[in-house]
């Protein structure tokens, strides 16, 4: 009899472990899911709060500043451009200016002309050298002339929307000058590109008197469109005159 209740008593110590552990179990089994549901959770949130939300935010204030920065300098480059006048934006380079004695005027030669017999290139690198000359009775101003980067072409904007080119070629003047009196003056077009366009003048000392012709020359080669001076250069000439070459004017007595 002592040994049965003695079983029913561990039998029920038993059952009361065993469910006190399974409900231990399950409760710890329960707190890691909600404690890693929670974790889960709180993640998820920090990272949508983070990149989602505040990256983006800040990548869209700048994307909005930028193209609304963007949107106002195109505004104003399309107003720029349609109110910006077309002109030309380079111009002739001098290459070189040379007195010659003649000039090769020979069209089927192959020097046809280039400055031939005696001549002298007139430097501007630096404006205390000043060439002596002493051709008589005639010379010749020659000039070389770069227009590689000139615009020989103008837009003309018409009403019907259609823009038209006009031929615009460029347009020069070759002014020499003795002693502040200009003595001959050429005006001329370049109608064509090219690294070399050869003008020259003719200068004619014939016709003035021999002591007038004696000193500083100088020569100007002027944009005509521009009125902008490309280049000034200066000579001296000097000569020592026979007495037939000495031209006298004769005075007039009352």
């Known amino acids: 009899m002592a040994t049965n209740n003695i079983n029913k008593y561990l039998f029920a110590l038993g059952s009361f472990v065993i469910v006190i552990y399974l409900a231990s179990n399950t409760s710890n089994e329960h707190n890691e899911i909600v404690a890693n549901s929670d974790n889960s959770i709180n993640t998820d949130f920090n990272q949508i709060d983070d990149y989602d939300f ?10 909005t500043e930028y193209s609304s920065d963007e949107l ?56 205390n050298v000043i060439k002596d000359i002493n051709y008589y009775p005639e ?51 370049i109608n064509a590109k090219t690294p070399r366009w050869r003008e020259w003048i003719k200068i004619d000392l014939d016709p003035f008197e021999s002591e007038s012709i004696l000193g500083q020359w100088n020569i100007k080669i002027v944009d005509i469109e521009n009125k902008e001076i490309l280049e000034s250069r200066s000579f001296n000439f000097n000569k020592e005159f026979n007495p037939d070459e000495i031209k006298q004017t004769a005075q007039v007595l009352d």
Do not use: G
Not at 54 to 59: A, F, G, R, V
Not at 96 to 113: F, G, H, L, P, V
């Open 139 to 189: 010379f010749y101003v020659w000039t070389s002339i770069n227009t590689e980067l000139v615009d020989l072409k103008t837009t003309k904007e018409m009403s019907n929307e259609q823009n038209v080119y006009e031929f615009n070629p460029t347009n020069l003047s070759i002014t020499v000058s003795c002693n502040n009196q200009i003595i001959a003056n050429k005006d001329f077009q």
């Open 54 to 63: 505040s990256t983006s935010l800040k990548e869209l204030d700048n994307s």
């Open 72 to 127: 106002y300098e195109e505004n104003n480059k399309d107003e720029n451009e349609s109110f910006e006048p077309k002109i030309k934006k380079s111009i002739p380079t001098i290459n070189s200016i040379k007195i010659a004695k003649q000039i090769d005027i020979d069209e089927k030669s192959e020097t046809y002309r280039d400055p031939i017999n005696s001549y002298k290139t007139i430097t501007t690198l630096d404006k």
